[in-house]
């Protein structure tokens, strides 16, 4: 069984670079026809593909977010993360860190909440 939990500061700060880990169990993250995505929801809205990372931490971004928006990971921990620079209120989110496999998501975290402080 596949779990993943994402973990980070629920708190950051205009302009302040957002940092989120997402922590990979029951299966390795260098495992082929996987994928591993950054998925938010801001309230209101609905949800927001950020990017993704697989083979050989080939990644690649959504374009509205690409300039400000890192992906990368750690297989020896079997983590990766996500790290947002200049954030602002909008960037306020529950953000998510599911697997796709074969062009569907499989897996669900939890989640974590942000709030952007102006």
């Known amino acids: 069984q596949v779990q993943l939990q994402e973990t980070g500061p629920g708190l950051g700060k205009r302009s302040q670079k957002l940092a989120r880990t997402c922590t990979v169990s029951?299966?390795?993250?260098?495992?082929?026809?996987?994928?591993w995505f950054w998925i938010r929801q801001a309230p209101g809205k609905g949800l927001e593909w950020m990017g993704g990372i697989k083979n050989f931490g080939h990644t690649y971004y959504n374009p509205t977010l690409r300039s400000r928006t890192s992906i990368s990971w750690d297989t020896a921990k079997n983590q990766f993360t996500l790290q947002l620079v200049s954030m602002t209120p909008e960037d306020a989110a529950h953000y998510y860190c599911?697997?796709?496999?074969?062009?569907?998501?499989?897996?669900w975290g939890q989640g974590t909440q942000v709030t952007v402080s102006s």
């Open positions: 599911p697997r796709d496999s074969n062009n569907a998501i499989r897996d």
């Open positions: 029951g299966v390795s993250i260098r495992t082929n026809y996987n994928d």
